[in-house]
C-alpha cells in the first residue's frame, strides 16, 4: 500500500512511498483511510525524523478488518480516530479505544479535522477546570488547536480572548466565539483566569502577565521555538497560579478517547463546534497545503485527501 514518508528531496518535506501493510494488534480494527489532517507537529517531525520514516495522527475512513476481541465498530462502519504516527496511509491499524463512529452527515475532511486538535483542546480546557463566568486567554488562536480551543471555551460560558499574529489570522474568530480579538496583546489590559498557550516564547512571557492571582496557565505547544521566559515577579505576583504542560499522547492515557471523540463528532453535528477545515488538497500533491500552513497562511485545518 501507499503512505506519506518523510523525505529530503522536494520541498514539501514528505513523499508518497510502498510500505507494508498494517501489523493487526489484538484490540486493534484496520481502516481504509479517505482523508488526513496535517498538525503542525507532523510538520515538524519532517525536519527531524530519518528520510523514510511514517507520519500522521488523524485520520477518517471505514473500518475494513473489525478487532478480532469483537470491540469496536463493525466492517463497514465510517469512523475517525487518532493513528500512533502512521495513519497517512491507505490503510491503518487503531486501537478501537481511539476511534468513534461517524455519521454520514460529517464529511471525510471535517471528521480527519476533529481528533488531534480537538482532543487537545479539550483536555487543554479540562485542565483548567470551571469555565462558565472565567475568562480563557488563547493565543494561536488562529490556528488548527486554537480555532476549537476558542469555540469549546465560548460554549462552555467563558468569556474569549483570542490572540493572533495578524488581522488576516483573526478571519472568522468572532463568529467562534471570540469576545476580544487583540495581535498578541498589543491592546490587552483585560486579567485573565485561564491561559492556553501553544506559541511560547515573547507571547507567553506577554500573556503570563494578564494571569490572575490563582488562575491556571495551560501550555501545550512552543511554536515559536524558543527558551520559555516569564516575567521576573512571575510568582510573587500571581500567587497561587498553577502551570501545566499538556502531551496529548500522555493525556490520552488518562481519558475516555473513544467518548471524547464522539463528543466531539456529536457537537459538529449538533452545529455546536466547526472543525475548521481551511484547506483541503489531494494526498498526491501536498506541498502547497503544508507550505501554506508551515508559513501561517492557513486559518485553520489542512486536510489530505485519499
Ligand atoms: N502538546 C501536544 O500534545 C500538542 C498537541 C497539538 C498541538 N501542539 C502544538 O500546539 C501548537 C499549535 O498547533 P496547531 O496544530 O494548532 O498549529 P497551527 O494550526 O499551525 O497554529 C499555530 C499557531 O501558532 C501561531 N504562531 C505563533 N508564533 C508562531 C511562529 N513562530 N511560527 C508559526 N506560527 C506561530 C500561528 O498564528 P499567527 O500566525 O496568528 O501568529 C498559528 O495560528 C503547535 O506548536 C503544535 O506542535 C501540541
Redesign the pocket.
Known sequence: MKALVTATDGDSGVRLDSVAEPELLPGQAVVAVSAVAV???EL?LTAHLPPGSRLGWDVAGTVVHAAADGRGPAVGTRVLGLADRDGWAERVALDTGRLAKLPVSLDWPAAAALP??GL?ALYALQRAGRLLGRTVLVT???????RVAVQLASAAGARVIAW???AD?AQGLDGLGADVVDL?GAKHTEPVDILLD??GGE?LSQAFRAVVPGGTVVS??????AELRLPADWGRARPGVSLHY????D?ITRHDVAGDLAFLVQLVVENRLDPQVARVADWTDPAPALRG?KD?Q?NG?VVLVL
Do not use: D
Open positions: 498538525n503542525r507537529g515538524s488531534v486538535a487537545t494561536g488562536a488562529g490556528g488548527g488547536v486554537g493572533v499574529g495578524s489570522r498578541y501553544s506559541c507571547v501545550f505547544g512552543n511554536t515559536a521555538g499538556l502531551h496529548l499522547f493525556e500552513l501561517r492557513v485545518k
